[in-house]
């Protein structure tokens, strides 16, 4: 009786015990479910959204839909970016609170040729990336595609995007490392198009020879997709910027209409979070560069894309050869004083791109490597141009930084180790393409093509009386905190055109792609985005790209050494464990129940 009493009331034990941690389990899920939360446990905070992304991600109003069309039987290497896109995407899901939704798509599967064909005719015209699977030399191409791509769904509208970042030189596996790297920016930057509204204004100035709107079509239709763009005349003499202020030089007949135009001016110009001078021709008079400096001093954004020596390829190859002469755009004392200095010099680099010439041993036409077209190297310590392919420069003028206490310069583009700097007068003539330079006397490389000056600027006109009371206006005599970017090559955003006014894009040349038979691109449009996106971007997505992404790869060497010692590690390791527990298993029971 007394061992039956003990049996049941071990029993009823047991049942409490298990039914308390039955509720135990239950409520934790509830609490879990009403408060979720992970640990990011990566040195480097690899499923951690920045701030940014994640005030970016707060602004979604509507259900939000990504399709990636990286899936299917696609190489190892693809396989570590479909990973790593996975878990970004799950990031973004899980911080939305469901807003945002994603699938993996292989759009070619059990496709016919036909059908293929339009598919990727399609993919392409949307611009995103369509890849094969690399082969070794001696086996025939893979037909198989590979898109590391995607789109943004957003209020039926599509926003498409690209994974992988290619980079000419450079194995695929350093290729998919940086993409990795730069994942979060570019899913956030489809997003953004997508969701933010064009409320920041952005000018292209006009009225001293800059680029035309057909020069720079492209990267104006880029731009547009997040900004509201437009021209503004800053030439004073001109009629089309007397228009803007007719009304005014109505209302105040007794005010001479050059006071007006200045004065009006200044204050359209407070309008535009940020502005363009795209390679001038024509000297800015001092009037006007007063309009700019009290732009700058009301903490206005510029970019200058300026140089000092005129030399066009068209004239090049009209005449054989060409003599530079200056640009007198008369910006000098303004950027002097900003912390910058152009000089009237072209840049030569061996690493550079190429023109179309007529072979002189063969008589066939050829693509030889130009010297004047550098390619210049992106600097990765800064989100502007971290991790960007090269950017194709054509007749530069090289910067320097001058020294100011309270301004702080950044590089953003640097010629190769392998250039050196030709002093004005430079001749430019076809000739050179019969010589093979001699790498010894380019030994002056790293010039700087693109600075980035930030901080405390102070105006050059503080101590001119006379222009500053010639206007009726308040003059401010300085800005705490501003930023300028200064680029020493306009050409980098000058986009190619057809003879019937067709617009290629922003960094693609139609010579060289003609050449070879495939598409040659370099990346002067990303470039140029970031330069605009880190002035004026008011979420602040670009220093997203600065995050680092340390990849801890596998030593394949040491892999293909010693798999057969691990192979049989992992065979024989759990067979012995099990082995063990057994026997440790079945002499504690002997012994507890014996």
Known sequence: MVKKFKTNTRKGMLIRKMGIAFTVIILLN????SFYTRLDLTKEGRFTLSNSTEKLINKIEDDLYITVFLDGDIPVDYK????????????????????????FEDVLEDKELKDKE??????????????????APDEAPSEKYIIPAGIVFYKGQEYPFNLLKREFGKPLEEEINGSI??????????IRKAIVGKDVKLGFT?????????ETADIGKELSGYYS????????????????????????????VFTILVEGLIRELKKFNGI????????????????LDQYVMNGGKVIFLVENLLAEMDSVAKYGQVATINHNHNLDDLLFHYGVKVQPTLVQDLQCHGIPAINQQTNRPGFFPWMFYPLYSAVDDNPVSKNLENVWGQYSSTLDTTTRKLLKHTVLLRSSLKSRVAHNPVLISLDLLKITPDPANFNKGNQIAAVLVEGEFTSPFRFREGIKKAFDIPFIGSVKNNAIIVIGDGDIIRNQTSSDGQVYPLGYDKFASKHFGAPVEFANKKFFMNCVDYLCDETNLIEVRS??????????VKIKKERAFWQSINMIIPILLVIIFGLINSMYRKKRWA
Do not use: W
């Open 30 to 33: 509830i609490v879990a479910d």
């Open 80 to 103: 570590r970016l479909q990973s790593a896109t996975r878990d970004m995407l799950n990031e973004y899901r899980l911080t939305s609170s469901g807003k945002i939704s994603f699938d």
């Open 118 to 135: 339009k598919i990727l005719g399609e993919i392409y015209g949307k611009g995103l990336r369509i890849e094969r699977s690399e082969t």
């Open 181 to 190: 790297e730069l994942l979060e920016y570019e899913i956030g930057n489809a």
């Open 206 to 214: 006009t009225g001293h020879g800059e680029l035309s709107p057909l």
């Open 229 to 256: 763009i437009n021209l503004i005349n800053l030439n004073l003499t001109d009629s089309n910027c007397y228009k803007i202020f007719a009304k005014d030089v109505i209302a105040q007949p007794d005010k001479p």
């Open 276 to 291: 363009v001078i795209a390679k001038p021709t024509k000297p800015f008079t001092e009037p006007e560069k007063y309009v």
């Open 547 to 556: 995050r680092e992404v340390e990849l801890r790869l596998l030593d394949k």
